[in-house]
């Protein structure tokens, strides 16, 4: 199979993971759960890993195998591995890198699932997670390995830390961190660096051209444009193979060809939604940045890391945002409730704007002082700028704002 290759990223969005004998304007669905073996040697040799074909459906399949090679072409990733979630991707991830009573070395800039997740579940499977406040910080993330280091040995953990994490840009502050120094810092000290890019997306950053060793999406979001769920790991085809072999197989958190398939066909228009989400946040940002009745705005063209941001992604920054208003929690609840285009729901990416309070939704069950730590107010609402209008969007918020 000769490989399309020398494709510009807007175009890898619909042809990357292709070849020059594909006969299908659109990827077939391969809805089927076996696959025939052959031989008796054959089966053995795809059972065993040393020959490439397909076996049962929950360790691989054509029509998910051509969504991992899109992706993949995408991020200039060797491989990839779709998973049923973006949760499960990086639970997948945690437990194959660090399954031995290892260690995280994590940013506290997470979206509430994953926080909760290294906090308090993984620790019941023997996996530590050290949390990095202030992650801007170099210095922050050495100290945390040291740290780490310095457990090693102990009666509840055993083994060394194995990967440092961090998302960028952040879910809900939308933090942007330089993958380029984490990786140093991250080889420097024999770990691997994982990029949550979710928020990114291929459209807008390529976090394995920086030095990041495993990348994971939520499909969920942008990539899906919020009509079904899935997840990715990329990264290292050695690496990618051994995790499909062991703990993917067995483990058995695969997607359906049919959700891979709906995948495949929202990602052909990615690079162009992308860039309506990137443009009305600017906007509405700006707008929320001027207003009396906002306290204050995370995004990332504001404050005095904007200049800084804009190197670090020149692309954009995509539709997530947050903004503070006085008052607590019943202030922000009045604006919520107040808002008439905003929707109120828990995702990101939609093609209409999305609203939710993250102190007691998304972010409710982090512990109160790792959440303020975080910098997550009870004054705080989150935004998933849709691909509205965006002079419609600023008329809805100035008459919710109004309201208080």
């Known amino acids: 199979m000769k490989k399309l290759v020398g494709l510009r990223p807007k175009t890898l969005e619909i042809h990357g993971g292709g070849s020059l004998q594909d006969r299908e304007l659109r990827q077939s669905v ?27 459906t929950r360790i691989n399949n054509p029509t998910v195998g051509r969504l991992e090679d899109k992706i993949a072409a995408m991020e200039e990733a060797e491989a990839g591995l779709v998973t049923s979630s973006g949760m499960s991707a990086i639970r997948l991830v945690a437990e194959y890198l660090a399954y031995s009573r290892g260690q995280i070395i994590s940013s506290n800039k997470l979206y509430g699932g994953t926080f909760h997740l290294f906090q308090k579940f993984l620790p019941q499977l023997g996996i530590h997670t050290n949390f990095i406040t202030d992650p801007y910080k170099s210095d922050n993330w050495k100290l945390g390995i040291m740290k780490a280091l310095a457990k090693h040995g102990s009666p509840q953990i055993i083994d060394a830390p194995k990967f440092m994490y961090v998302e960028t840009p952040s879910n809900p502050l939308i933090d942007i961190f330089d993958i380029q120094r984490l990786a140093q810092i991250a080889h420097k000290n024999k770990l691997l660096l994982v990029v949550d890019s979710t928020l990114a997306t291929p459209a807008l950053l390529n976090p394995i051209k920086l030095g990041a060793d495993i990348v994971i999406h939520s499909l969920s979001k942008y990539m899906g444009d919020g009509e079904v769920i899935g997840g990715i790991i990329l990264g290292k085809k050695t690496l990618i193979d051994d995790m499909r072999n062991g703990w993917f197989r067995e483990t058995g958190p695969c997607i359906s060809p049919d959700n891979a398939a709906i995948l495949s066909y929202h990602i052909e228009s990615l690079f162009g939604r992308m860039a309506e989400h990137c443009r009305n946040a600017e906007l509405v940002a700006k707008f929320l940045a001027n207003h009396k009745k906002v306290k204050k705005v995370f995004y990332p063209t504001l404050g005095p890391k904007a200049t800084a941001n804009r190197k670090l992604m020149p692309k954009g920054f995509g539709g997530l945002m947050a903004f503070e208003v006085q008052g607590g929690q019943k202030v922000a609840w009045t604006v919520l409730k107040s808002l008439k285009l905003f929707w109120h729901a828990a995702n990101i990416g939609e093609s209409r704007s999305l609203v939710i309070h993250p102190a007691t939704t998304t972010h409710g069950k982090m512990p109160e002082q790792d959440r303020i730590a975080a910098g997550i107010t009870d004054g705080m609402l989150r935004l998933s700028v849709g691909r509205e209008d965006p002079n419609d969007l600023i008329d809805d918020l100035n008459q919710a704002l109004k309201k208080i």
Do not use: I
Request: hydrophobic share 35%.
């Open 30 to 56: 391969q809805r089927v759960v076996a696959f025939p073996l052959g031989s008796p040697q054959r089966a053995q040799r795809l059972f065993d890993g040393k020959e490439k074909g397909f076996v049962y």
